[in-house]
């Protein structure tokens, strides 16, 4: 039987679906900085550029995405469409055209946001039962969801809390291989390899956890995988396999075949950030902070830490009030300019 859990901790939602302790689905849902995937905008076209297919735009909040369009467009003029990338790898929001709204608008506005990551996974797994571990939260969820949540003590016991961190590592055992993972803003390198002596068949092997663990991460874009202990000139024989572990990836990625040096081409689409980019941002660190502090009941009034860590907390209110909420007392803010990105303390 599948489940849905979503362990709640000050400015978001840690979600997995989970069957027979396979984990099937992981991700994260940030209420106060939510990615915006599929969100629906009248956004204002700013530069028109035919060359790349599109115009620039500004959103509601002076935030700035790419029109994706062929349709002739005039700058200043406001336009309606929905998100179909998040923000990620350095890179803006990416859009499309989308219908009228039903009404008029005169400036750019956030017309409706998108589903969330837990109503996304909900839909997908549509007779999981949702397990919640806050009820305030519960409560702030889709009606159409009410009939399936029930609340918990915990969402995550330490197994789940262990698998999804290991989520966040650069180095997966596939059993008889081991992938070291290299995401770079413009493609992700996967590498092969092996204790042992790997061959054609532990290549083969490695293809269904590896194609797992692209689809929990949720790595996406161009992906290249360097296979071990096969000749380059036998490597294209390896790709129909590669083909048949990822057919039941929701997003549908494209096997491309073999570059000409030996590398497995994989293009996925981008929809909403990778696992690996937000578990480390400032804004994933900080909230990772947050939660330590009261796992551990540390004492203190005082959080101390570097210039990124406090931009990211101070930018997301929602997540300090719930913080404060759940520990009862108050916390007080310090930049330390000297210290490391990711140093922190409490006094």
């Given at each position: 039987m599948i489940e849905i859990r979503a362990a709640c901790s000050p400015g978001e939602l840690r979600i997995a679906a989970i069957e027979n302790d396979t984990f099937l689905y992981a991700g994260l849902w940030r209420l106060g900085q939510p990615d915006g995937f599929d969100d629906w905008h009248i956004v204002r076209i700013q530069t028109i550029a035919p060359a790349l297919g599109g115009a620039f735009v500004t959103l509601f909040n002076g935030q700035s995405g790419f029109l994706s369009s062929r349709k002739l467009m005039t700058e200043g003029a406001l336009v309606s469409a929905r998100v179909t990338r998040s923000a990620q790898n350095g890179k803006g929001l990416r859009l499309r055209p989308a219908e009228d709204p039903p009404s008029s608008f005169h400036e750019p506005a956030l017309i409706q946001h998108g589903m969330s990551p837990l109503e996304e996974v909900a839909n997908r797994f549509q007779d999981a039962t949702i397990f919640v571990d806050d009820a305030a939260i519960a409560a702030r969820l889709p009606l159409h969801l009410r009939p399936r949540i029930k609340t918990c003590l915990n969402a995550f016991d330490s197994t789940i809390e262990t698998e999804f961190d290991e989520l966040g590592s650069n180095t997966v055992d596939l059993g008889l291989m081991t992938a070291s993972i290299f995401p770079t803003p413009a493609l992700v390198?996967?590498?092969?390899?092996?204790?042992?002596?790997?061959?054609?068949?532990?290549?083969?092997?490695?293809?269904?956890?590896?194609?797992r663990q692209i689809a929990l991460r949720n790595l996406s874009g161009t992906l290249l995988i360097d296979p071990?202990?096969?000749?380059?000139?036998?490597?294209?024989?390896?790709?129909?396999?590669?083909?048949?572990?990822?057919?039941?990836?929701?997003?549908?990625?494209?096997?491309?075949?073999?570059?000409?040096?030996?590398?497995?081409?994989?293009?996925?689409p981008r929809k909403?950030?990778?696992?690996?980019?937000?578990?480390?941002?400032?804004?994933?660190?900080?909230?990772?902070?947050?939660?330590?502090?009261?796992?551990?009941n540390r004492s203190g009034t005082k959080l101390t830490a570097s210039i990124p860590l406090i931009t990211a907390l101070e930018n997301?209110?929602?997540?300090?009030?719930?913080?404060?909420?759940?520990?009862?007392?108050?916390?007080?803010?310090a930049i330390n300019p000297n210290a490391a990105p990711t140093e922190w303390r409490l006094s």
């Amino acid at each position: 039987m599948i489940e849905i859990r979503a362990a709640c901790s000050p400015g978001e939602l840690r979600i997995a679906a989970i069957e027979n302790d396979t984990f099937l689905y992981a991700g994260l849902w940030r209420l106060g900085q939510p990615d915006g995937f599929d969100d629906w905008h009248i956004v204002r076209i700013q530069t028109i550029a035919p060359a790349l297919g599109g115009a620039f735009v500004t959103l509601f909040n002076g935030q700035s995405g790419f029109l994706s369009s062929r349709k002739l467009m005039t700058e200043g003029a406001l336009v309606s469409a929905r998100v179909t990338r998040s923000a990620q790898n350095g890179k803006g929001l990416r859009l499309r055209p989308a219908e009228d709204p039903p009404s008029s608008f005169h400036e750019p506005a956030l017309i409706q946001h998108g589903m969330s990551p837990l109503e996304e996974v909900a839909n997908r797994f549509q007779d999981a039962t949702i397990f919640v571990d806050d009820a305030a939260i519960a409560a702030r969820l889709p009606l159409h969801l009410r009939p399936r949540i029930k609340t918990c003590l915990n969402a995550f016991d330490s197994t789940i809390e262990t698998e999804f961190d290991e989520l966040g590592s650069n180095t997966v055992d596939l059993g008889l291989m081991t992938a070291s993972i290299f995401p770079t803003p413009a493609l992700v390198a996967i590498d092969l390899d092996s204790h042992k002596n790997p061959d054609f068949k532990s290549n083969v092997s490695s293809f269904a956890p590896l194609s797992r663990q692209i689809a929990l991460r949720n790595l996406s874009g161009t992906l290249l995988i360097d296979p071990a202990g096969v000749k380059t000139r036998k490597r294209s024989a390896l790709v129909s396999f590669l083909q048949d572990a990822m057919k039941d990836d929701p997003l549908k990625p494209n096997v491309l075949g073999v570059t000409p040096s030996g590398l497995l081409e994989i293009t996925r689409p981008r929809k909403r950030p990778p696992l690996h980019e937000l578990l480390t941002s400032p804004h994933g660190q900080a909230l990772n902070i947050l939660r330590h502090i009261l796992r551990e009941n540390r004492s203190g009034t005082k959080l101390t830490a570097s210039i990124p860590l406090i931009t990211a907390l101070e930018n997301d209110p929602l997540a300090l009030k719930d913080f404060i909420s759940r520990r009862a007392s108050p916390i007080e803010l310090a930049i330390n300019p000297n210290a490391a990105p990711t140093e922190w303390r409490l006094s």
